[in-house]
Structures are given as structure tokens and as C-alpha cells.
């Protein structure tokens, strides 16, 4: 567990040292940061400190930097809520301007993203994967906005902080495993993690444990090290002569842009791969399984209505 200390720490030093705080941030922290920090000191604060000083013999202002009303609210904190804001605001904006009859090129775009995703999940977790379309996409929204919010002015990617990619991760990770216990109770899903041969049983399920736990971890770190070290390259080519520092960051914006959806296909992909390792079709459905295939392979649209 040490080394997990270690890394979130240095993850957190090495975006304050990269990052340049934004204005909107200043200001959620001139309006809230000192409700916000007597919070912090009245309650969080010692429970930090109680913890890290039990396990790894330091405290919560060694960790994370001294405790001020300045930063008393995160930037990734304050750019991720506006994340959330934004994906709502896009979703309503895309879906006011619906058409049946008429429709556009942004929504036959939106469409083939919306059966891309569809498909990827029938194709991975199976027919009965349709039931968790919602949240799936709902982390592939998120994310994909979190990402592409570093490309515009007065805005950073909180995905390029440690903390939200790692609650990413741990949301993903809670998610499959409420749907692995919801599906096949407490026993049966520790039961698929002894895998089908019972006489190595024993060796199978403390790896298979261990390789849980670690998923969470594994989505944070991926998702992070890519975001930072794009915007670590910008801040780079920033720092050239003009006009160099000028132009040759926006020929890199289509890279980010790349990097921003494979990032984020990545992380739905992983996260459908988890859940189709505990999500299985009932019984009572087996006997309709091909009649339900081609009944969905003949939805095609609509998707959005």
C-alpha cells in the first residue's frame, strides 16, 4: 500500500508543478475555500492524519501540501464538476435538436457513436449487456469531455489529475462488482474468481483477488499518464521561441484530440471486459438467445429517440 501513497503523492506534486491554477479556480476558492477548509480541519483533516500517520507514519498536510483557503478546493475538483455540467448541457443541447425526419450530420455522427458503443456491447458482454448501455456511456461522455476540456482556454482536463482518474477507476471497479453480486450473490461471484478447475483453485483465486483490486489502480494510472503527459508535451512546445510556441501547439491539438477518444474508448472497453466476466444471460433467456440476436441486430435506429 506504500507505494500506492507514493505515487498518488507524486502524482499530485508533479500536476501542481505543471499546471498554472485557472481563474474560475481562484474564484470557487475566493467564494467557498474557507467554508471549505473548516470543513476540512473539522473533520477530514483528522481522519487523514490518523490514517497515514498509522500506516505510513506521516500526516495529511505531508501528503497533500499545507491546508489554506486558497486551495482549499482543488482545481481537478472545481474542472471536473464543470465537467459534469458540461455533459449534461451537451447531452440536453444534442437531444433538443433530434429529428426523425431531418436529420443532421451531427446527429447521424452522434448516432454511429451512440451504435458503435451499443454494438461493442453486445458484441462483448452479449444481448443482455443492453441493460447497462446507460452507464457505460455515461462514463464514455464524462470522460471524453474531461479529456478534451485541457484544448480550450481557462479550462484544464481533470482527467489529468491523479485523484479523478483514480475515482474513475474505483467507480468502474464498485459498478461490475455490484452487478457481479446483484447477478450471482456474494458466494457465486467469489466463486468465478476460483476459476472452472476446483484442484488449483487455491493458486487461481488469491491471483485473481489480487488482480481485482487492482483494476482501479491500473484504469487511474492509464488514464492519467496519458492525459498529463499530452499536456506536459503542449506546455513544453509552449515554452519554445514564437512563433514556434505559437503554431506548433495547435498542428498538435489533432493529436490530443486522438489521444482524448482512444483514452476514452480504452477505459469503456476495460470496463465492459470487467463486467461481462460476471454478467451472464439468465437461464430462462438461453432459449431465446438467437431469437433475440437477430431481433437486435435489426435495430439500427433510431438510438437517440
Known sequence: MFWLAEAAEAGEHAEEAAHHTPIIVELVNEWFGEAALKFELTYTKPLW????????GTNAEGVFGPYTAENAIPWYTVMFFIACILSVVIIWIFKGKLSESEPGHGQQTLEVSVLAVRNMIQDIIGPHGLQYFPVVMTFAVLILVSNLMGLFPLFMSPTAATSVT????????????????????????????AG?????????????????????????IRLFGNLFADEQVIATVQQLYPPISFFFPIGLMPLSVFVALIQTFVFILLSQLYISEVSHPHEEHGAHAHEHDEEDDGIIAPVLT
Request: cysteine-free; aromatic content about 22%.
Open 49 to 56: 492524519d490518523k490514517f497515514l500517520g498509522k500506516f505510513f
Open 196 to 220: 472452472p478447475v476446483w484442484w488449483i483453485a487455491w493458486l487461481i483465486f488469491p491471483i485473481e483477488l489480487i488482480s481485482n483490486f487492482i483494476r482501479p489502480f491500473s484504469l487511474g
Open 166 to 193: 483514480f475515482a474513475l477507476g474505483l467507480s468502474s471497479f464498485l459498478y461490475y462488482n455490484y452487478i457481479g453480486i446483484s447477478e450471482n450473490g456474494i458466494l457465486g461471484h467469489l466463486k468465478h474468481l
